[in-house]
Each structure stands twice: as C-alpha cells, then as structure tokens.
C-alpha cells in the first residue's frame, strides 16, 4: 500500500513536471450592462493563443458581473487554489483598483487589457503591473488636444462619477487650453440623460466633451440627438467602439473620438487581427478585442523567453514588450504603460453598418502624466 | 440659473416620474393582490424592450414594435404566473424572492443567448423626434413630452378600470380579502393570471417606451424595479393612486436634486468637489425620501396596511 502510495505520488510529481503548463487567469465582465466589452477583451485574446498554436497555455475565464466584490473572491479563488501565474481581463477601473494591488503583491503578474486607474500609473505603480490598453488619461488627453486643434474655446464636460470618470476629466482638462462651460459627473450606470442635456442647453458651451462607456455613451447619444442641441461632440473611443456604434445608429455619424486604435492602422498585424476576427467570431473587432489581442501577444513574447517562474526573467521579457501590436511600433515607458501615438477618428457608415475612420493624429508619442511618481 | 431651466427639469422629472409609475403600477398590483414580491418584474420591462427592438427593426414601425412589447410581456407574464409563481402564494417571502431572482437569472441569460450581449437598436419613431417649442421659449423633445401625455393617460384609465369596472372591483376585493371573494365565486385564479399579465403588459410598455431613447441591453430592468421598489413604498403597497404620486416624488426628486445640490453646493465649495459630492448626496435622495414618509406614514402614503 505504502508504495503504492509512494509510486502515484511520484506518477503525479512527474505528470506536472511533464506539462508545465502556464495558467492565466482571466477576470471579466460576461453578464449584465458592461458585458459586451468583456467579450470582446475575451474574444480578442483568445484569438491570439489559439493562433499562437501553444496548448501548454490554460486560460481560466472567470465573470466578474462588474461587481468589485464578486470581482475580489475571484481573484482570491485564482491565485489560492487555481495557482495562476498571470492575471488579466479587467474591464473597470474600480474593479481594476480592487484586484490588481492584492493579487500583483502575492507575486502574480496582471497584464491589464482595459482599465488603467491613475493611481496604478503613479505612486500606486507595481513591478508586475503591466497596461497593454492605456492610462486613463490618455484617449481624454488626446481629445482635450483635439478640441485645441478644432477651435473650440468653451466646453460643458462629464463623466461617471468613478475612478476612471475623475481620470476622464482631468485628462480633458489637463491638455484643452479653452474654458469649462460646465463640470458634470453623473452616476455610473444612469441611463436617462434629460436633466444634464438641459445644462448643456442652458450653457454658453462651443462644444461637449463625454466620457460615457456602453450602454451609457448610447444613451446620452440618443438623447443628445433627440434634444435639438446642435453642438460639435467630442469623446474618447469608448463611445464609439464597434459594439455599440450600431446600437447609437445616425445620432453617432460625424462624431469625432480618439483612440490608439482603429481597423484602418496600416499594418500587416492589425490587417490579420482584423481579418481573422471577422472570420472566427463574425463580427468586427472593437478597440477592446484589440486590447485583448495585444495583451495575449505581449504574454506570448515573454512566453517564449521565460518562464513566469522565473520572475525577474519573464518580467524584464514582458518590459521588453517584442510583439507585432496591432497599433504599429509598441514600448512601454518606465511605469509600464504604453507610449503610443493616439489618433482622432470620425464616425462613418459603410453600406449599413457603422464604424470608425482615422482623420488625424491627436497625440504622438504619448506617455502619461504619472509616470514620474512611479518608483519602482 | 434661469427658470427656463428649471422648469425644464421639472418635465425632465415628470417623463422619469411617469415611466417609474408604469413599472411600480404592476408591481403594487401584485404585492397587494397576490401578496407576492416579484423581483423578475424588471425582467418583463426588458422583455417588452426586446421585444419592440427586435420588431421595429423587422418593420420599421415604433407601433408595431409598442404593440409587440404589450403583447410579449403580457404573454410572458401570464406564463411565468401559471408555471412558477402560481405555486408560491403560500410560501414565505423569502421563498419568492428566491425563484423570482432566479427568473432574473433565467431571463438576463436567455435575452442574451438569443439577442447576443450588444445592445440593439430602438429608434424613436421620426414623427416624434426632434424638439419642440413650448410656450416661454422652452425647447424640448417631443419624445419626452409625449410620454408623459401617455403615462398620465394610462394613470387616468387604470384608475378608472380599478375604480369603475366589475374587474377592477374583484383586484380591490381580493386585495382586502382572498378566501372571501373566492368563497363569493370568482376564479380566483384567473383573477391572478390577470392582473400579472396586466402587471407585465404595463412593464414591457415602460421598457419599450423608455428604450427608444436609452440603450436596450441585458440588465436594464433592475436598475428600475429598485426605483420601482422605493415608489411602491412610499406610495403605499396595494394602492394605485399611491404609486402614481410616489412615482412622481421620486422622478422629480432625482431629477431635481441632482441638477440643483450641486449648484447649491458650489455657493460655499471648489466646483469640483461641489460636483462630486453634490452628485453623491443626490442620489441618496429618494431613499432619504422614503426614510421621511416612512417615519411620518409607515404605512406609505395611501397605503392601508403594513
């Protein structure tokens, strides 16, 4: 019996020596309001293992239903008895601050695909901590410059009142040299916009500048639509990605809005993501799915170096960021967030369905405003 | 701040205020007829959204699709009612707010294996959309103008189906009494399957309604039936005419204090911090709302038992 026992355990020991598999574990948004943008992150990433051809990566996909409780249990589940090595796939930043600190100080890396709270950039920053998507700032940074370059003296700007919607508007602020005509945050998930459209009305605003992820960007587009204002909109891409520029319809077409990504960046990644993406899921990817894409093919650079076992290796392999992104050259700077060239892009239609166009560049070589509070 | 404005947002607070009466009118119904809490109502408000989406897209008509939410949500009413809810009158509250929260579950979970998880599109239909002028030069949307038109009818003819039909008579009399009226020789259980068909009809017309001009997604209706929950209390449970005044004082004072704390706030505080805190307190509002009536009427306003 006692050998018996020894011999299983030695079968055992030898079982996962022999598959060293890597685990990834991935907490997102796949229910409720927000879903659409977890998929998508999802769908993106996976895309890039399975085109990678490696069956020694197990990825663990887990629904946070954006709640940062059900959020944090996950996280706890993963790294105490799933054992993951990396972590990914949060979409809210404050989800994002409710995981990250805990998971990334019990020596698990998360590659974040989506949320970039400031305060993971500055003094919060963290050796394992890598954004392959963006501070938060940034596409509002960009639209903020935008507006410079549009002529618009006097905006009326708002956002979710969240860690990301404070980010939104101080991005904004931080590059538009024109006056605010009015400063509203709204409540995370409100859908009914009357009350801030008769603000709006009521301002001496030239433009508006709104930072309202999913469901709530259709929303207040609609309704903006509906209210007779006639003033020039500008906003980040999240307004306007893929998935829900259907659902907006006519109300969205002109529209200027900035982001790192779009599915006319002309390279030859970016063409096969987005070819592959419409073969496989039969839909076009959204600025998310790219994210997700990115972040499983920075992963899969380090993987190739290093082993997550060995920490400072496959870290310095993930710093060094050797991947083919889908927004062209990709580096990032010393808080491990990207430097990247942000473009303007204008809502448009082909034949019926509705997408995005580059017309300009807002920002290039684009770092952020916290990298120097970062010591790590 | 100009009274253009304010008044403004006093419609503003009425279209919110009308819309909340249609969902908490079925559910006040319900919880006082069936003695029942149904959590899955913010459910059939999705429903009827879907459902109008899925076929004012098809025809391109806004009033086929309404027609189509009245009637998906009644339908789906009526059914839930016969398969589940039929066997929890009995059972403890806890036991329905199990199974009506796992209707949730079933219903979020099937919209999306059939719809997918992107929102769809609802459009306004175009004879309503833009603005309009009314009289003090005050631009508004007719959209909204005219939901408030709708809700108010249909606060006016539910009461007078409730006040003045035979029908209406037998929900009253249940309310006040099950065994009795069914002693009496009405269907009781028809009666039920009625009114939370009625219930639903009303809820799906709410989220068709409302979903022309936000965004028709998976999960729209809970937000809702929270709101819905805090007018029935504070209206008072059972009462019709008291969900319709709750409804209005929770839509104006959402409405309202969100506009107007802020601004308050800015007198003596850095607009920022004015912004962010006045924004939070405000949407403590309705509940401090219900904590006031509830101290003063703990049964709610027109309510007439616990």
Same mark, same amino acid.
């Given at each position: 019996?006692?050998?018996?026992?020894?011999?299983?355990?030695?079968?055992?020991?030898?079982?996962?020596?022999?598959?060293?598999?890597?685990?990834?574990?991935?907490?997102?948004?796949?229910?409720?309001?927000?879903?659409?943008?977890?998929?998508?992150?999802?769908?993106?990433?996976?895309?890039?293992?399975?085109?990678?051809?490696?069956?020694?990566?197990?990825?663990?996909?887990?629904?946070?239903?954006?709640?940062?409780?059900?959020?944090?249990?996950?996280?706890?589940?993963?790294?105490?008895?799933?054992?993951?090595?990396?972590?990914?796939?949060?979409?809210?930043?404050?989800?994002?601050?409710?995981?990250?600190?805990?998971?990334?100080?019990?020596?698990?890396?998360?590659?974040?695909?989506?949320?970039?709270?400031?305060?993971?950039?500055?003094?919060?920053?963290?050796?394992?901590?890598?954004?392959?998507?963006?501070?938060?700032?940034?596409?509002?940074?960009?639209?903020?410059?935008?507006?410079?370059?549009?002529?618009?003296?006097?905006?009326?700007?708002?956002?979710?009142?969240?860690?990301?919607?404070?980010?939104?508007?101080?991005?904004?602020?931080?590059?538009?040299?024109? $006056?605010? =005509?009015?400063?509203?945050?709204?409540? @995370?998930?409100?859908? /009914?916009?009357?009350?801030?459209? +008769?603000?709006?009305? %009521?301002?001496?605003?030239?433009?508006?500048?709104?930072?309202?992820?999913?469901?709530?960007?259709?929303?207040?587009?609609?309704?903006?639509?509906?209210?007779?204002?006639?003033?020039?909109?500008?906003?980040?891409?999240?307004?306007?990605?893929?998935?829900?520029?259907?659902?907006?319809?006519?109300?969205?077409?002109?529209?200027?809005?900035?982001?790192?990504?779009?599915?006319?960046?002309?390279?030859?990644?970016?063409?096969?993501?987005?070819?592959?993406?419409?073969?496989?899921?039969?839909?076009?990817?959204?600025?998310?799915?790219?994210?997700?894409? $990115?972040? =499983?093919?920075?992963?899969?650079?380090? @993987?190739?170096?290093? /082993?997550?076992?060995?920490?400072? +290796?496959?870290?310095? %392999?993930?710093?060094?960021?050797?991947?083919?992104?889908?927004?062209?050259?990709?580096?990032?700077?010393?808080?491990?967030?990207?430097?990247?060239?942000?473009?303007?892009?204008?809502?448009?239609?082909?034949?019926?369905?509705?997408?995005?166009?580059?017309?300009?560049?807002?920002?290039?070589?684009?770092?952020?405003?916290?990298?120097?509070?970062?010591?790590? | 701040?100009?009274?253009?404005?304010?008044?403004?947002?006093?419609?503003?607070?009425?279209?919110?205020?009308?819309?909340?009466?249609?969902?908490?009118?079925?559910?006040?119904?319900?919880?006082?007829?069936?003695?029942?809490?149904?959590?899955?109502?913010?459910?059939?408000?999705?429903?009827?959204?879907?459902?109008?989406?899925?076929?004012?897209?098809?025809?391109?008509?806004?009033?086929?699709?309404?027609?189509?939410?009245?009637?998906?949500?009644?339908?789906?009413?009526?059914?839930?009612?016969?398969?589940?809810?039929?066997?929890?009158?009995?059972?403890?509250?806890?036991?329905?707010?199990?199974?009506?929260?796992?209707?949730?579950?079933?219903?979020?979970?099937?919209?999306?294996?059939?719809?997918?998880?992107?929102?769809?599109?609802?459009?306004?239909?175009?004879?309503?959309?833009?603005?309009?002028?009314?009289?003090?030069?005050?631009?508004?949307?007719?959209?909204?103008?005219?939901?408030?038109?709708?809700?108010?009818?249909?606060?006016?003819?539910?009461?007078?189906?409730?006040?003045?039909?035979?029908?209406?008579?037998?929900?009253?009399?249940?309310?006040?009494?099950?065994?009795?009226?069914?002693?009496?020789?009405?269907?009781?259980?028809?009666?039920?399957?009625?009114?939370?068909?009625?219930?639903?009809?009303?809820?799906?017309?709410?989220?068709?309604?409302?979903?022309?001009?936000?965004?028709?997604?998976?999960?729209?209706?809970?937000?809702?039936?929270?709101?819905?929950?805090?007018?029935?209390?504070?209206?008072?449970?059972?009462?019709?005419?008291?969900?319709?005044?709750?409804?209005?004082?929770?839509?104006?004072?959402?409405?309202?204090?969100?506009?107007?704390?802020?601004?308050?706030?800015?007198?003596?505080?850095?607009?920022?911090?004015?912004?962010?805190?006045?924004?939070?307190?405000?949407?403590?509002?309705?509940?401090?709302?219900?904590?006031?009536?509830?101290?003063?009427?703990?049964?709610?306003?027109?309510?007439?038992?616990?």
């Amino acid at each position: 019996m006692k050998k018996l026992l020894l011999a299983a355990s030695a079968a055992s020991l030898l079982a996962t020596s022999a598959f060293a598999e890597v685990k990834v574990g991935m907490i997102t948004t796949l229910s409720g309001g927000g879903a659409g943008l977890g998929l998508d992150v999802r769908d993106g990433f996976l895309l890039a293992i399975e085109q990678s051809g490696r069956d020694d990566i197990e990825v663990v996909i887990e629904d946070d239903q954006r709640k940062p409780d059900i959020a944090v249990q996950l996280s706890d589940k993963m790294i105490q008895s799933e054992r993951v090595d990396v972590m990914t796939g949060i979409i809210w930043s404050n989800l994002a601050m409710a995981v990250v600190p805990a998971a990334v100080n019990q020596n698990v890396f998360y590659l974040s695909p989506n949320a970039g709270p400031s305060a993971l950039a500055g003094k919060g920053c963290h050796q394992n901590y890598f954004n392959v998507a963006w501070q938060n700032d940034n596409l509002h940074e960009a639209a903020g410059a935008y507006a410079n370059d549009a002529g618009h003296k006097k905006s009326f700007i708002l956002a979710p009142n969240y860690p990301a919607g404070t980010d939104a508007l101080t991005g904004y602020k931080r590059f538009f040299d024109g $006056d605010l =005509a009015g400063e509203i945050y709204t409540q @995370l998930g409100q859908t /009914d916009y009357a009350a801030e459209l +008769a603000q709006i009305r %009521a301002s001496d605003a030239d433009s508006v500048f709104f930072f309202l992820p999913g469901g709530m960007g259709i929303s207040f587009l609609k309704q903006y639509a509906d209210s007779g204002i006639d003033l020039p909109v500008v906003g980040p891409a999240f307004s306007f990605d893929q998935g829900i520029l259907q659902a907006v319809g006519d109300a969205a077409l002109g529209v200027v809005n900035t982001s790192q990504w779009n599915k006319d960046i002309d390279n030859p990644t970016n063409k096969a993501f987005v070819d592959s993406f419409k073969a496989e899921y039969g839909r076009l990817p959204s600025l998310y799915a790219s994210q997700g894409f $990115d972040t =499983a093919n920075l992963l899969l650079s380090a @993987l190739e170096k290093a /082993d997550p076992s060995d920490a400072n +290796a496959f870290r310095e %392999a993930l710093r060094a960021a050797e991947f083919d992104s889908t927004r062209g050259d990709f580096a990032f700077g010393p808080n491990h967030h990207p430097v990247q060239t942000i473009y303007a892009r204008e809502v448009i239609k082909e034949g019926d369905v509705f997408t995005n166009k580059i017309i300009g560049t807002a920002l290039e070589a684009h770092s952020d405003a916290y990298a120097a509070e970062c010591k790590m | 701040m100009s009274s253009i404005l304010i008044v403004e947002q006093i419609l503003n607070g009425l279209q919110f205020g009308v819309m909340l009466f249609l969902m908490a009118a079925g559910l006040t119904l319900i919880f006082g007829v069936m003695g029942l809490i149904n959590l899955a109502h913010g459910s059939l408000y999705m429903v009827g959204a879907f459902a109008a989406a899925a076929v004012a897209g098809a025809t391109g008509s806004f009033f086929l699709g309404l027609v189509a939410a009245l009637a998906s949500a009644a339908l789906a009413g009526a059914i839930i009612e016969i398969v589940v809810i039929r066997r929890l009158y009995d059972a403890p509250h806890l036991d329905q707010v199990l199974a009506t929260f796992a209707l949730i579950l079933i219903f979020s979970e099937g919209t999306r294996w059939f719809f997918g998880s992107f929102p769809l599109f609802l459009n306004i239909p175009q004879a309503l959309s833009g603005p309009v002028t009314l009289p003090g030069g005050i631009e508004y949307p007719l959209y909204r103008l005219s939901l408030i038109v709708i809700g108010v009818a249909i606060a006016g003819g539910l009461w007078l189906f409730i006040e003045r039909t035979r029908i209406g008579i037998q929900i009253r009399a249940g309310e006040n009494d099950r065994e009795m009226i069914a002693v009496l020789g009405v269907d009781i259980s028809k009666l039920y399957t009625l009114v939370f068909a009625l219930g639903a009809a009303l809820a799906g017309l709410a989220g068709a309604l409302v979903g022309a001009i936000q965004s028709v997604q998976v999960g729209m209706g809970e937000p809702v039936l929270i709101l819905a929950f805090v007018v029935i209390v504070i209206g008072g449970i059972g009462s019709i005419r008291g969900a319709f005044i709750g409804a209005l004082l929770v839509g104006l004072t959402d409405t309202l204090g969100g506009v107007f704390l802020p601004e308050f706030l800015g007198l003596f505080m850095e607009p920022g911090a004015a912004q962010k805190s006045g924004s939070a307190i405000a949407s403590m509002g309705i509940y401090i709302l219900m904590g006031l009536v509830l101290i003063w009427r703990p049964t709610g306003l027109f309510g007439a038992r616990a």
